[in-house]
């Protein structure tokens, strides 16, 4: 392999899928693939890794005849675009939309119960954050709301955490220093408009978020600090 950079060969491989001397960017692209794959127990079971990577190439990549998405395309020729974000990111969301498929395939449509009730309180003037969660709940939520987890822990840096344990518990001995109403209040209010913009990046559903917050927020995050 010369000194290209391994995405200089995805990009080759993109632009000239049929072309043989492109094969090193058409491996590395399978390999990035694999290991995201990986992370997927659920699909891991029904399915292989080479058909789902082909399904991935032709819905996503490309289109009919192996021409490029019209999309990608422009991506990599606007030079000011992070194509290799992009491309992890599309195949995160192919993946998960795979995940979704299975679930409705092989799971009944039985729903666990749940009984929780909204609960929204004011103290002192000042409003709870308490989020609940529908009386039934399907696979996919729980599915959905592990993954919010998985992605909370690995990406929030400590202060963020911890400022959310602070927003559904309403106790400010979570935060790693004393601090004023005035500066609690202050960060959540800058946390609620980051939770805001990632929920709606990453496509979750609000009842994905309640169930979180409901059954692993404190037992996988918050639990830490105490």
Request: hydrophobic letters at 35%; charged letters at 35%.
């Amino acid at each position: 392999m010369s000194n290209k950079d391994s995405f200089s060969y995805i990009i080759d491989f993109l632009l000239d899928p049929h072309n043989k001397n492109n094969k090193t960017g058409f491996e590395i692209l399978f390999k990035i693939f694999l290991k995201e794959f990986n992370k997927y127990d659920l699909i891991k079971k029904y399915e292989q890794v080479e058909d789902i990577f082909n399904d991935f190439l032709v819905r996503v990549l490309f289109k009919q005849n192996f021409s490029l998405n019209p999309t990608i395309k422009e991506k990599i020729e606007d030079k000011s675009s992070n194509i290799v974000s992009y491309i992890y990111q599309a195949i995160h969301n192919f993946l998960r939309t795979k995940q979704r498929e299975i679930l409705n395939k092989y799971y009944t449509e039985e729903h666990q119960e749940r009984h929780e009730s909204v609960v929204k309180e004011n103290e002192e003037g000042r409003e709870r954050e308490v989020i609940g969660v529908n009386e039934k709940i399907s696979p996919i939520v729980i599915i959905e709301a592990k993954e919010i987890s998985e992605i909370i822990q690995n990406e929030f840096s400590e202060s963020e955490k911890r400022t959310l344990c602070y927003m559904f518990f309403d106790d400010k001995s979570f935060f790693e220093k004393k601090l004023s109403d005035d500066a609690a209040y202050k960060r959540k209010s800058r946390l609620k408009n980051f939770l805001t913009k990632f929920v709606a990046e990453k496509g979750f559903s609000l009842e994905g978020f309640s169930y979180f917050v409901q059954e692993y927020l404190m037992s996988e995050i918050c639990k830490k600090f105490r």
